[in-house]
């Protein structure tokens, strides 16, 4: 990578991990879409793992006092079931879809949940949030508004929301980056070199956000997300249907 690129990618992991440590999303759909710009589509959602696990796993560490692991247990069984039957089928991500899907996700943060009666605390539905999340997660390289629906009627506040999504996450984002090694595998050694640079800067921005999620409230914690995330879907809808034509 160039200087200016590279100058250009700390800047984009600072602020999508400080993003991503106040709302627990929306940071690492703004990540993706940078590096889809900059490498082949497997490629920038290993890419996209491996600087996302960095992120995700120091907010699971910062809240870890938080996470609800009973919960996080039966997500993560979920995951591995959704992996399995990616790795059966052969899957192949593709840049149109990945755009498409992305773009039409946060319908997800809209949906009428109290009637949906979704919960992650409950064993069967977590089991299928860690499914469709993992999915999501391998197939088109992010899954946090989906998450979301899932805790939005559980009875945690913001920080157990966050910390528990932040562990779920940082599992999926090993297994993506494992789905995908033969596309990391392939990056010249420069570019991990900037990738690892890039970790320390998640690891702040991530910080910084966690400072910023203890003074707000849950009102406002759950109406910004559902704007920011909308507003980020739209420019990756608008992108997949160019895309089409």
Same mark, same amino acid.
């Given at each position: 990578?160039?200087? +200016?690129?590279?100058?250009?990618?700390? &800047?984009?992991?600072?602020?999508?991990?400080?993003?991503?440590?106040?709302?627990?999303?929306?940071?690492?759909?703004?990540? &993706?879409?940078?590096?889809?710009?900059?490498?082949?589509?497997?490629?920038?959602? !290993?890419?996209?793992?491996?600087?996302?696990?960095?992120?995700?796993?120091?907010?699971?560490?910062?809240?870890?006092?938080?996470?609800?692991?009973? *919960?996080?247990?039966?997500?993560?069984?979920?995951?591995?079931?959704? !992996?399995?039957? $990616?790795?059966?089928?052969?899957? /192949?991500?593709?840049?149109?879809? =990945?755009? =498409? =899907?992305?773009?039409?996700?946060?319908?997800?943060?809209?949906?009428?949940?109290?009637?949906?009666?979704?919960? +992650?605390?409950?064993? #069967?539905?977590? $089991?299928?949030?860690?499914?469709?999340?993992?999915?999501?997660?391998?197939?088109?390289?992010? #899954?946090?508004?989906? *998450?979301?629906?899932?805790?939005?009627?559980?009875?945690?506040?913001?920080?157990?929301? @966050?910390? /528990?999504?932040?562990?779920?996450?940082?599992?999926?984002?090993?297994?993506?980056?494992?789905?995908?090694?033969? !596309?990391?595998?392939? &990056?010249? !050694? #420069?570019?991990?070199?900037?990738?690892?640079?890039?970790?320390? *800067?998640? @690891?702040?921005? /991530?910080?910084?956000?966690?400072?910023? $999620?203890?003074? @707000?409230?849950?009102? #406002?914690?759950?109406?910004? /997300?559902?704007?920011?995330?909308?507003?980020?879907?739209? =420019?990756?809808?608008?992108?997949?249907?160019?895309? &089409?034509?």
């Amino acid at each position: 990578m160039s200087p +200016a690129i590279l100058a250009g990618m700390a &800047l984009t992991v600072f602020l999508t991990s400080l993003l991503s440590g106040v709302f627990g999303m929306a940071g690492g759909l703004i990540l &993706l879409w940078v590096l889809l710009f900059l490498m082949p589509v497997a490629t920038a959602i !290993a890419v996209h793992g491996v600087i996302q696990m960095v992120a995700n796993g120091s907010r699971a560490w910062f809240s870890r006092h938080y996470i609800d692991y009973r *919960i996080l247990a039966i997500l993560c069984l979920g995951l591995l079931i959704a !992996a399995a039957v $990616l790795t059966v089928v052969d899957y /192949t991500p593709n840049l149109i879809v =990945v755009s =498409v =899907v992305l773009g039409l996700m946060p319908i997800l943060v809209w949906l009428p949940v109290q009637r949906l009666q979704l919960d +992650a605390s409950r064993p #069967s539905h977590a $089991l299928a949030c860690g499914f469709v999340a993992g999915a999501l997660a391998m197939g088109v390289g992010v #899954s946090g508004p989906t *998450i979301d629906i899932f805790f939005i009627r559980t009875m945690m506040d913001r920080r157990k929301v @966050i910390a /528990t999504k932040a562990a779920m996450q940082l599992v999926s984002h090993a297994t993506k980056v494992v789905f995908y090694w033969q !596309a990391a595998a392939a &990056l010249p !050694a #420069s570019d991990w070199l900037a990738i690892l640079l890039a970790a320390p *800067i998640a @690891i702040l921005g /991530t910080r910084t956000g966690n400072i910023i $999620l203890q003074r @707000i409230t849950d009102v #406002s914690f759950r109406s910004w /997300t559902r704007w920011i995330v909308t507003g980020i879907g739209g =420019v990756y809808l608008l992108q997949g249907l160019q895309q &089409l034509m």
